[in-house]
């Protein structure tokens, strides 16, 4: 299956359809009088539904198993067409349009299986997703495309050569898939005045974006959060809790970083960790989303 273990869960729903056609009045008439000799055609193709949907990874191999939130199953009955209508919701990590569609087809097979010994002319058509949300690609174009970042590495051992940066460069990959320009890169000692004057720099640069990965731990030299703060004109905790509850769902020490996230005027300012993965896993957990603030911060420019 694919790997999803870097999303986070949002919302999802999908609604797909199925279109059972009849051959005659009469059958249409049974349905609703509940005179079809196997039962109750509308409720009985529910619950076959309803298996459906709950057993739709057990026979698609590459479908996840997720929790079902929701299913909802309607019928709308036009003339000699009964259009099956399977609604799915879910709180996670991929989509429900596959379980949304799986449900409507085994409705609609199971309204076949039952009217077949009354007619024979009926028929399954149009199995379709109508409509699916949630998700990033939801969000994805409604983001500016004008945006500039800086990318500040804080540490002591990489600044003197002792160690190859991976963050920062993680930083960097993920900001130019969100069609971010980056403005520059540097690497810079863990020192409170360095990184304040980094700051000062970027942000009369114009830079939209300005991101120090390193120092936000609790040794003695993790300074990055102390020099930054004072900085800021307002902090934003809702990104900090979401980049930690992300981590924190990967590795248990995640709940020790002390990621500091706000702006400076119209530039975001953020402090990320300096480990590979923490920096990596923590540009997945608000990116591209956290490029919202900037309709906030600058109107609603698209291009």
Known sequence: MVDITHK??????????????????????AIQNGTVPKGDVFAMSKAAGL??????????????????????????IKGLEI????????????????????????????????LKPIDKGV????????????GKSDYKDKFRRDLKAAVIVCSDSISEGKKEDKAGK??????????????????????????????????????????FTGGTGLSKRDVTPEALKPLLDR??????????????DRMPYAMLS???????????????????NGARESMDAIFPEILHVFRILKGARHD
Do not use: F, W
């Not at 919302?11 to 249409?28: C, D, G, H």
């Not at 298996?51 to 709308?76: A, N």
């Not at 028929?123 to 949630?134: C, S, T, V």
């Open 8 to 29: 986070a869960s949002t919302l999802r729903i999908a609604t797909a359809q199925a279109i059972v056609k009849v051959s005659r009045p009469e059958t249409i008439a």
């Open 170 to 211: 993680a930083i960097i990959t993920k900001l130019e898939k969100c069609e971010v320009e980056i403005l520059d890169y540097s690497i810079i000692p863990d020192e409170v005045e360095t990184i304040r004057e980094k700051t000062k720099q970027y942000h009369e640069q114009a830079a939209d974006l300005i991101i």
């Open 235 to 248: 902090t934003i905790p809702g990104v900090e809790e979401a980049i930690r509850k992300y981590g924190q």
């Open 123 to 134: 028929e399954i058509h149009h199995i379709k997703l109508l409509k699916k949300k949630g």
């Open 83 to 114: 259009a099956v209508l399977v609604t799915i919701k879910t709180i996670y990590k991929t989509g429900v349009e596959v379980e949304a569609m799986h449900g409507a087809s085994v409705v609609a097979l199971n309204m076949y299986d039952m």
């Open 51 to 76: 298996l459906g949907v709950k057993k739709t990874p057990d026979l698609l191999p590459d479908c996840h198993p997720l929790p079902i939130e929701y299913t909802g199953i309607e019928y709308e």
């Open 258 to 276: 002390r990621s500091v996230v706000g702006t400076i005027k119209n530039t975001l300012v953020m402090a990320l960790p300096g480990s590979t």
